[in-house]
């Protein structure tokens, strides 16, 4: 019987922390879970594709646009389950025990949020984003998605969009997510540098004007700046 789990993970220019996303899935490769790790590039220039070759990784090339590399892993992987995870998102240690159960029931599931920092500012925008995908049904793609295959289908899969494709995910299958009991632990970095505050300002105001109805590609040139 072969594994259940095809792992999709979107990269662009992503040496640095991918190590780290992939020695973490050793514990499901362990447990019989992964059948497959899909890595879908944007261009990458640096030690990525390396990396994701030594790994043993299928390896789906296209433009930059984590949607679009998101739609193109999927369409590559030949899991019943796919499990999109960042490349800068560490799966805490137990987290195969808890996929495992999960798969006894189609659906789609999600992890809690977690910095790799500690302090006032890291915990409260993870509490805030535990809370509105809690509340609103709306995790982001830091937090990691296993959906099983028929229920990725049956949504049409992820759009091609650059920007919230994760929450136009989320919407799509409104009903039908469920927190796993285990942490996504994603990199602070960019929070760091740019500020706390900034950046989650920045990013709920482009939720806002996504839910909105901004167009994506917009909202992309905009973030970006």
Same mark, same amino acid.
């Given at each position: 019987?072969?594994?259940?789990?095809?792992?999709?993970?979107?990269?662009?220019?992503?040496?640095?922390?991918?190590?780290?996303?992939?020695?973490?899935?050793?514990?499901?490769?362990?447990?019989?879970?992964?059948?497959?790790?899909?890595?879908?590039?944007?261009?990458?220039?640096?030690?990525?594709?390396?990396?994701?070759?030594?790994?043993?990784?299928?390896?789906?090339?296209?433009?930059?646009?984590?949607?679009?590399?998101?739609?193109?892993?999927?369409?590559?992987?030949?899991?019943?389950?796919?499990?999109?995870?960042?490349?800068?998102?560490?799966?805490?240690?137990?987290?195969?025990?808890?996929?495992?159960?999960?798969?006894?029931?189609?659906?789609?599931? #999600?992890?809690?949020?977690?910095?790799?920092? %500690? !302090? /006032?500012?890291?915990?409260?925008?993870? @509490?805030?984003?535990? =809370?509105?995908?809690?509340?609103?049904?709306?995790?982001?793609?830091?937090?990691?998605?296993?959906?099983?295959?028929?229920?990725?289908?049956?949504?049409?899969?992820?759009?091609?969009?650059?920007?919230?494709?994760?929450?136009?995910?989320?919407?799509?299958?409104?009903?039908?997510?469920?927190?796993?009991?285990?942490?996504?632990?994603?990199?602070?970095?960019? #929070?760091?540098?740019?500020?706390?505050?900034? %950046? !989650? /300002?920045?990013?709920?105001?482009?939720? @806002?004007?996504?839910? =909105?109805?901004?167009?994506?590609?917009?909202?992309?040139?905009?973030?970006?700046?």
């Amino acid at each position: 019987m072969r594994a259940p789990i095809s792992v999709i993970i979107p990269t662009l220019n992503a040496a640095e922390p991918l190590p780290r996303c992939l020695a973490a899935l050793g514990e499901g490769l362990q447990a019989g879970l992964i059948r497959e790790l899909v890595i879908s590039d944007g261009g990458s220039n640096d030690a990525t594709l390396k990396i994701a070759e030594a790994a043993g990784a299928q390896v789906v090339r296209g433009p930059a646009s984590r949607g679009g590399q998101l739609r193109r892993g999927a369409e590559a992987a030949q899991g019943e389950w796919l499990l999109f995870l960042h490349a800068d998102t560490v799966l805490e240690e137990g987290w195969s025990a808890a996929f495992s159960k999960a798969l006894g029931k189609p659906g789609g599931y #999600y992890c809690q949020l977690k910095f790799d920092v %500690r !302090g /006032g500012a890291p915990w409260g925008v993870a @509490a805030w984003a535990n =809370m509105r995908s809690r509340r609103f049904g709306l995790p982001y793609g830091d937090q990691g998605l296993l959906i099983a295959r028929p229920t990725y289908e049956a949504v049409g899969g992820y759009e091609d969009i650059p920007l919230m494709e994760d929450v136009a995910m989320a919407r799509a299958l409104r009903g039908q997510l469920v927190c796993l009991p285990v942490h996504a632990v994603t990199s602070a970095q960019k #929070y760091e540098k740019q500020g706390w505050i900034t %950046r !989650g /300002g920045r990013n709920l105001w482009t939720l @806002a004007r996504y839910l =909105m109805g901004a167009d994506p590609e917009t909202l992309a040139q905009d973030y970006r700046r």
